[in-house]
Protein backbone atom coordinates (compact mmCIF):
# COMPACT_ATOMS: atom_id res chain seq x y z
CA UNK A 1 0.00 0.00 0.00
CA UNK A 2 2.91 2.74 0.41
CA UNK A 3 3.93 2.30 -2.78
CA UNK A 4 0.41 4.82 -3.65
CA UNK A 5 1.86 7.32 -1.69
CA UNK A 6 2.17 10.14 -3.83
CA UNK A 7 6.10 12.02 -4.26
CA UNK A 8 6.29 15.19 -2.26
CA UNK A 9 8.51 17.76 -3.42
CA UNK A 10 11.30 18.68 -1.03
CA UNK A 11 11.48 21.30 1.63
CA UNK A 12 12.63 24.28 -0.19
CA UNK A 13 14.52 25.19 3.35
CA UNK A 14 16.22 21.97 4.25
CA UNK A 15 17.45 21.77 0.32
CA UNK A 16 18.97 24.81 1.09
CA UNK A 17 20.54 24.12 4.27
CA UNK A 18 22.22 21.38 2.75
CA UNK A 19 22.97 23.33 -0.07
CA UNK A 20 24.90 25.63 2.66
CA UNK A 21 26.74 23.01 4.31
CA UNK A 22 28.18 21.37 1.20
CA UNK A 23 29.64 24.72 0.54
CA UNK A 24 33.26 25.13 1.02
CA UNK A 25 33.50 29.06 0.56
CA UNK A 26 35.20 30.84 3.92
CA UNK A 27 33.05 33.93 3.61
CA UNK A 28 29.48 32.12 2.88
CA UNK A 29 26.34 33.43 4.67
CA UNK A 30 23.42 31.94 5.63
CA UNK A 31 20.84 34.18 5.21
CA UNK A 32 18.16 31.15 5.23
CA UNK A 33 17.68 29.05 9.08
CA UNK A 34 15.24 30.91 10.94
CA UNK A 35 16.62 30.80 13.83
CA UNK A 36 18.54 33.70 16.16
CA UNK A 37 22.42 34.07 15.95
CA UNK A 38 24.71 35.74 17.77
CA UNK A 39 27.48 38.50 16.10
CA UNK A 40 29.56 35.51 16.31
CA UNK A 41 26.98 33.34 14.53
CA UNK A 42 26.78 31.01 17.08
CA UNK A 43 22.80 30.12 18.79
CA UNK A 44 23.57 29.85 22.40
CA UNK A 45 21.42 28.06 24.92
CA UNK A 46 20.08 30.91 27.68
CA UNK A 47 21.94 31.55 30.51
CA UNK A 48 18.57 31.61 32.04
CA UNK A 49 17.71 28.54 30.93
CA UNK A 50 20.94 26.61 31.44
CA UNK A 51 20.45 27.62 35.68
CA UNK A 52 16.65 26.21 35.13
CA UNK A 53 17.50 23.05 33.88
CA UNK A 54 20.29 22.90 36.24
CA UNK A 55 17.57 23.29 39.21
CA UNK A 56 15.76 21.12 37.27
CA UNK A 57 17.61 18.41 37.42
CA UNK A 58 18.17 18.76 40.72
CA UNK A 59 14.64 19.11 41.67
CA UNK A 60 12.31 17.01 39.76
CA UNK A 61 11.18 13.54 41.29
CA UNK A 62 9.82 12.36 38.18
CA UNK A 63 9.11 11.93 34.57
CA UNK A 64 5.71 10.63 34.60
CA UNK A 65 2.66 12.15 31.56
CA UNK A 66 1.62 15.46 32.43
CA UNK A 67 -1.78 14.89 30.94
CA UNK A 68 -2.55 16.83 27.34
CA UNK A 69 -2.86 19.86 28.89
CA UNK A 70 0.51 19.82 29.68
CA UNK A 71 2.83 21.64 32.71
CA UNK A 72 0.36 24.12 33.32
CA UNK A 73 2.35 26.28 36.07
CA UNK A 74 4.41 27.29 32.91
CA UNK A 75 0.94 28.03 31.00
CA UNK A 76 0.09 30.42 33.81
CA UNK A 77 3.62 31.84 34.06
CA UNK A 78 3.81 32.86 30.60
CA UNK A 79 0.51 34.74 30.95
CA UNK A 80 0.83 38.63 32.46
CA UNK A 81 3.48 38.51 30.27
CA UNK A 82 1.41 37.72 26.93
CA UNK A 83 -2.12 39.34 28.52
CA UNK A 84 -0.48 41.84 30.85
CA UNK A 85 -2.99 42.98 33.85
CA UNK A 86 -5.79 40.23 34.96
CA UNK A 87 -4.30 37.92 32.34
CA UNK A 88 -7.36 35.61 32.41
CA UNK A 89 -9.77 38.27 32.13
CA UNK A 90 -12.12 37.31 35.00
CA UNK A 91 -11.58 34.18 34.29
CA UNK A 92 -12.37 34.42 30.20
CA UNK A 93 -8.83 33.08 29.57
CA UNK A 94 -7.42 29.56 30.00
CA UNK A 95 -4.58 27.53 28.28
CA UNK A 96 -2.49 24.46 27.43
CA UNK A 97 0.39 23.70 26.90
CA UNK A 98 1.29 22.15 23.09
CA UNK A 99 4.21 20.74 20.85
CA UNK A 100 6.14 24.54 19.96
CA UNK A 101 4.40 27.09 17.83
CA UNK A 102 3.48 25.07 15.37
CA UNK A 103 1.63 22.30 17.86
CA UNK A 104 -0.30 25.65 18.96
CA UNK A 105 -1.66 26.69 15.52
CA UNK A 106 -2.43 23.34 14.77
CA UNK A 107 -4.46 22.45 17.50
CA UNK A 108 -5.73 26.32 17.09
CA UNK A 109 -7.34 25.92 13.66
CA UNK A 110 -7.82 22.11 14.32
CA UNK A 111 -10.40 23.58 17.06
CA UNK A 112 -11.79 26.16 15.12
CA UNK A 113 -12.57 23.74 12.40
CA UNK A 114 -14.47 21.65 15.40
CA UNK A 115 -16.27 25.18 16.18
CA UNK A 116 -17.89 25.26 12.71
CA UNK A 117 -14.85 27.58 11.31
CA UNK A 118 -14.75 26.59 7.47
CA UNK A 119 -12.34 29.76 5.99
CA UNK A 120 -9.57 31.43 7.37
CA UNK A 121 -8.26 34.52 6.17
CA UNK A 122 -4.63 34.88 5.75
CA UNK A 123 -2.56 37.66 4.84
CA UNK A 124 0.37 36.65 2.04
CA UNK A 125 3.21 36.09 2.44
CA UNK A 126 3.12 34.46 5.49
CA UNK A 127 4.99 31.12 7.27
CA UNK A 128 5.01 28.61 4.51
CA UNK A 129 3.47 26.24 7.55
CA UNK A 130 0.31 28.33 7.99
CA UNK A 131 -0.69 27.77 4.24
CA UNK A 132 0.26 23.77 4.50
CA UNK A 133 -1.62 23.08 8.51
CA UNK A 134 -4.82 25.13 7.36
CA UNK A 135 -4.40 22.44 3.72
CA UNK A 136 -3.85 19.90 5.80
CA UNK A 137 -6.90 20.33 8.71
CA UNK A 138 -8.82 21.02 5.15
CA UNK A 139 -10.30 24.32 6.01
CA UNK A 140 -10.60 27.42 2.40
CA UNK A 141 -7.76 30.24 2.50
CA UNK A 142 -9.07 33.44 1.81
CA UNK A 143 -5.56 35.82 0.99
CA UNK A 144 -5.18 39.10 0.70
CA UNK A 145 -1.52 41.64 0.20
CA UNK A 146 -0.08 41.72 3.79
CA UNK A 147 2.46 44.23 2.81
CA UNK A 148 2.38 47.26 0.09
CA UNK A 149 4.88 48.21 -2.03
CA UNK A 150 6.19 51.20 0.35
CA UNK A 151 6.75 49.12 3.09
CA UNK A 152 3.99 49.05 5.74
CA UNK A 153 1.13 47.06 6.48
CA UNK A 154 -1.75 46.82 3.79
CA UNK A 155 -4.82 47.44 5.82
CA UNK A 156 -6.93 48.15 3.21
CA UNK A 157 -6.45 44.56 1.69
CA UNK A 158 -7.45 42.85 5.24
CA UNK A 159 -10.61 45.71 5.21
CA UNK A 160 -11.51 44.56 2.28
CA UNK A 161 -11.77 41.00 2.98
CA UNK A 162 -12.78 40.86 6.37
CA UNK A 163 -15.71 43.29 4.39
CA UNK A 164 -16.67 39.88 2.46
CA UNK A 165 -16.48 37.85 5.95
CA UNK A 166 -18.92 36.86 8.75
CA UNK A 167 -20.00 34.10 11.12
CA UNK A 168 -17.83 30.91 9.93
CA UNK A 169 -14.81 32.73 9.26
CA UNK A 170 -11.60 33.11 11.36
CA UNK A 171 -8.62 35.82 10.48
CA UNK A 172 -4.89 34.53 11.02
CA UNK A 173 -2.93 37.60 12.51
CA UNK A 174 0.63 37.40 13.04
CA UNK A 175 0.84 39.28 16.80
CA UNK A 176 4.58 40.94 16.19
CA UNK A 177 7.89 40.73 14.25
CA UNK A 178 5.93 39.05 11.00
CA UNK A 179 7.19 36.28 9.39
CA UNK A 180 8.66 36.72 6.65
CA UNK A 181 7.93 40.84 5.80
CA UNK A 182 9.20 41.91 9.37
CA UNK A 183 6.02 44.58 8.84
CA UNK A 184 3.66 44.80 11.75
CA UNK A 185 0.29 46.73 12.37
CA UNK A 186 1.05 49.99 14.40
CA UNK A 187 -2.06 50.00 17.50
CA UNK A 188 -4.20 52.38 15.53
CA UNK A 189 -4.52 49.75 12.96
CA UNK A 190 -5.02 47.25 15.75
CA UNK A 191 -7.69 49.47 16.97
CA UNK A 192 -9.31 49.32 13.72
CA UNK A 193 -8.94 45.66 12.78
CA UNK A 194 -10.41 44.82 16.26
CA UNK A 195 -13.23 46.88 15.41
CA UNK A 196 -14.02 45.58 12.45
CA UNK A 197 -13.60 41.94 13.42
CA UNK A 198 -16.06 42.59 15.83
CA UNK A 199 -18.33 43.94 13.71
CA UNK A 200 -18.18 40.71 11.01
CA UNK A 201 -18.61 38.04 13.66
CA UNK A 202 -14.79 36.85 12.55
CA UNK A 203 -12.87 34.42 14.91
CA UNK A 204 -9.36 35.67 15.40
CA UNK A 205 -6.17 33.45 15.55
CA UNK A 206 -3.07 35.19 16.48
CA UNK A 207 -0.08 33.83 16.03
CA UNK A 208 2.84 35.03 18.80
CA UNK A 209 6.04 33.43 17.67
CA UNK A 210 8.52 36.34 18.27
CA UNK A 211 7.73 38.15 21.04
CA UNK A 212 10.15 40.42 22.61
CA UNK A 213 11.86 39.87 19.84
CA UNK A 214 10.81 43.36 18.20
CA UNK A 215 10.62 46.46 20.12
CA UNK A 216 9.44 44.93 23.46
CA UNK A 217 7.90 42.89 25.74
CA UNK A 218 4.73 45.08 26.10
CA UNK A 219 4.98 46.70 22.82
CA UNK A 220 5.38 43.14 20.96
CA UNK A 221 1.95 42.03 22.73
CA UNK A 222 -0.04 45.18 22.22
CA UNK A 223 -2.00 44.64 19.07
CA UNK A 224 -3.04 41.30 21.00
CA UNK A 225 -3.99 42.48 24.34
CA UNK A 226 -6.24 45.26 21.91
CA UNK A 227 -7.89 42.55 20.50
CA UNK A 228 -8.57 40.70 23.50
CA UNK A 229 -10.25 43.44 24.84
CA UNK A 230 -12.14 44.07 22.36
CA UNK A 231 -13.25 40.57 21.20
CA UNK A 232 -16.06 37.99 22.87
CA UNK A 233 -13.46 35.11 21.59
CA UNK A 234 -9.82 34.38 20.60
CA UNK A 235 -7.15 31.63 20.32
CA UNK A 236 -3.72 33.08 20.62
CA UNK A 237 -0.66 30.36 19.74
CA UNK A 238 2.31 31.32 21.54
CA UNK A 239 5.95 29.91 21.09
CA UNK A 240 8.87 29.72 23.40
CA UNK A 241 11.40 28.81 20.72
CA UNK A 242 12.71 32.06 19.84
CA UNK A 243 12.13 34.11 23.29
CA UNK A 244 13.67 31.71 25.33
CA UNK A 245 15.98 29.71 22.45
CA UNK A 246 14.29 26.40 22.95
CA UNK A 247 13.91 25.35 19.25
CA UNK A 248 14.67 21.44 19.93
CA UNK A 249 12.73 21.43 23.05
CA UNK A 250 9.82 22.54 20.95
CA UNK A 251 7.73 24.63 23.67
CA UNK A 252 4.41 26.37 22.98
CA UNK A 253 1.12 27.42 24.57
CA UNK A 254 -2.40 27.51 23.23
CA UNK A 255 -4.37 30.35 24.79
CA UNK A 256 -8.36 30.61 24.13
CA UNK A 257 -10.78 33.48 25.70
CA UNK A 258 -13.99 32.46 25.77
CA UNK A 259 -17.19 34.53 26.45
CA UNK A 260 -17.81 32.98 29.89
CA UNK A 261 -16.27 30.37 31.87
CA UNK A 262 -18.65 27.70 31.09
CA UNK A 263 -17.93 28.77 27.27
CA UNK A 264 -14.09 28.10 28.45
CA UNK A 265 -14.64 24.77 29.62
CA UNK A 266 -16.04 23.61 26.47
CA UNK A 267 -13.23 24.68 24.66
CA UNK A 268 -10.68 22.86 26.42
CA UNK A 269 -12.58 19.66 26.72
CA UNK A 270 -12.57 20.18 22.92
CA UNK A 271 -8.82 20.97 22.70
CA UNK A 272 -7.66 18.24 25.31
CA UNK A 273 -9.61 15.37 22.97
CA UNK A 274 -7.86 16.53 19.82
CA UNK A 275 -4.67 17.35 21.45
CA UNK A 276 -5.00 13.67 23.15
CA UNK A 277 -5.81 12.23 19.48
CA UNK A 278 -2.74 14.00 17.87
CA UNK A 279 0.57 14.06 20.52
CA UNK A 280 -1.44 12.50 23.31
CA UNK A 281 0.63 14.21 26.03
CA UNK A 282 3.27 17.44 25.32
CA UNK A 283 7.05 16.97 26.17
CA UNK A 284 7.70 18.47 29.37
CA UNK A 285 11.40 19.40 29.62
CA UNK A 286 11.71 22.63 28.04
CA UNK A 287 8.75 24.38 29.57
CA UNK A 288 9.29 23.41 33.14
CA UNK A 289 12.60 25.08 32.71
CA UNK A 290 10.38 28.10 31.62
CA UNK A 291 8.22 27.83 34.37
CA UNK A 292 11.77 28.05 36.71
CA UNK A 293 12.72 30.90 34.63
CA UNK A 294 9.49 32.75 35.60
CA UNK A 295 8.87 31.87 39.04
CA UNK A 296 12.36 33.78 39.66
CA UNK A 297 12.45 36.95 39.61
CA UNK A 298 16.87 36.48 39.34
CA UNK A 299 16.58 33.95 36.28
CA UNK A 300 13.68 36.38 35.06
CA UNK A 301 15.77 39.74 34.63
CA UNK A 302 18.77 37.13 33.48
CA UNK A 303 15.85 36.43 30.78
CA UNK A 304 14.37 39.78 29.93
CA UNK A 305 18.26 41.08 29.77
CA UNK A 306 19.32 38.51 27.13
CA UNK A 307 16.13 39.34 25.26
CA UNK A 308 16.84 42.87 24.77
CA UNK A 309 20.25 42.04 23.94
CA UNK A 310 18.81 39.99 21.08
CA UNK A 311 16.53 42.90 19.93
CA UNK A 312 19.46 45.35 20.12
CA UNK A 313 21.76 43.36 17.84
CA UNK A 314 18.88 42.92 15.36
CA UNK A 315 18.15 46.82 15.72
CA UNK A 316 21.60 47.02 15.01
CA UNK A 317 22.00 45.38 12.01
CA UNK A 318 18.76 46.80 10.30
CA UNK A 319 20.28 49.97 10.92
CA UNK A 320 23.27 49.20 9.18
CA UNK A 321 21.07 47.90 5.94
CA UNK A 322 19.24 51.18 5.91
CA UNK A 323 22.21 53.40 5.77
CA UNK A 324 23.75 51.37 2.86
CA UNK A 325 20.24 52.14 1.20
CA UNK A 326 22.37 54.31 -1.59
CA UNK A 327 24.76 51.66 -2.47
CA UNK A 328 21.91 49.22 -3.65
CA UNK A 329 20.25 50.54 -6.58
CA UNK A 330 16.69 49.11 -7.06
CA UNK A 331 16.07 48.33 -3.42
CA UNK A 332 14.43 50.26 -0.39
CA UNK A 333 16.75 49.32 2.43
CA UNK A 334 15.56 52.24 4.28
CA UNK A 335 12.59 50.25 5.10
CA UNK A 336 14.11 48.26 6.76
CA UNK A 337 14.82 49.78 10.08
CA UNK A 338 11.08 50.87 10.61
CA UNK A 339 10.43 46.88 10.38
CA UNK A 340 10.70 44.59 13.93
CA UNK A 341 12.27 41.21 14.37
CA UNK A 342 13.99 38.13 12.47
CA UNK A 343 13.28 38.32 8.92
CA UNK A 344 12.62 40.90 5.76
CA UNK A 345 11.63 40.27 2.26
CA UNK A 346 14.25 42.00 -0.43
CA UNK A 347 12.51 42.68 -4.01
CA UNK A 348 15.12 40.43 -5.85
CA UNK A 349 14.89 38.20 -8.73
CA UNK A 350 15.09 34.69 -8.93
CA UNK A 351 18.31 34.95 -11.05
CA UNK A 352 19.36 37.71 -8.47
CA UNK A 353 19.14 35.25 -5.70
CA UNK A 354 20.92 32.77 -7.73
CA UNK A 355 24.08 35.27 -8.59
CA UNK A 356 24.52 36.24 -4.88
CA UNK A 357 24.64 32.02 -4.22
CA UNK A 358 26.50 31.04 -7.27
CA UNK A 359 28.94 34.55 -7.08
CA UNK A 360 29.01 35.67 -3.41
CA UNK A 361 28.31 32.38 -1.00
CA UNK A 362 24.85 34.27 0.18
CA UNK A 363 22.57 31.75 0.78
CA UNK A 364 18.37 32.80 1.61
CA UNK A 365 15.41 32.00 0.75
CA UNK A 366 14.11 31.92 -3.09
CA UNK A 367 11.31 34.34 -1.95
CA UNK A 368 13.34 36.93 -0.62
CA UNK A 369 12.99 36.33 2.72
CA UNK A 370 16.43 37.19 4.79
CA UNK A 371 16.82 36.32 8.88
CA UNK A 372 18.34 39.41 9.68
CA UNK A 373 20.18 37.39 12.91
CA UNK A 374 22.30 35.70 9.86
CA UNK A 375 24.32 39.12 9.63
CA UNK A 376 27.21 40.33 11.73
CA UNK A 377 29.58 42.93 11.69
CA UNK A 378 31.99 40.46 10.53
CA UNK A 379 29.82 39.74 7.05
CA UNK A 380 27.29 42.83 7.03
CA UNK A 381 29.57 44.72 4.19
CA UNK A 382 30.29 41.98 2.27
CA UNK A 383 26.28 41.88 1.82
CA UNK A 384 25.86 44.86 0.94
CA UNK A 385 28.90 44.94 -1.44
CA UNK A 386 27.08 41.53 -2.91
CA UNK A 387 23.58 43.03 -3.38
CA UNK A 388 25.02 46.12 -5.25
CA UNK A 389 26.86 43.50 -7.36
CA UNK A 390 23.29 41.98 -8.13
CA UNK A 391 21.10 44.89 -8.71
CA UNK A 392 23.83 47.01 -10.51
Not at 221 to 230: K, N, T
Not at 320 to 343: E, I, M, R, T, Y
Amino acid sequence: MLENLKPQSPDALLALIKLYADDERAEKIDLGVGVYRTDDGATPVFGAIKAAEGRLIEEQDSKSYLGPEGDMGFVHALMPYIFGRDPMRGGRIEGMQTPGGTGAVRLAVALAQAAGVGRVLMGTPSWPNHAQILADVGLETVTFDHATADGEANLDALNAVLGQAGKGDAVLLHAACHNPTGIDYTPEQWQAIAARVVERGVLPIIDCAYHGLGEGMDEDVAGLRIMVDAVPEALVAYSCDKNFGLYRDRVGALYALARNADDLKLIFANANALARAAWSMPPDHGAAAVRFVLRDPDLTEQWQDEVSSMRARMRQVREKLAAADNKVPGLDLAQLADQNGLFAMLPLTKEQIQRLRDDHAVYMAGSGRINIAGLTSGNVDTFIDALAAVTA
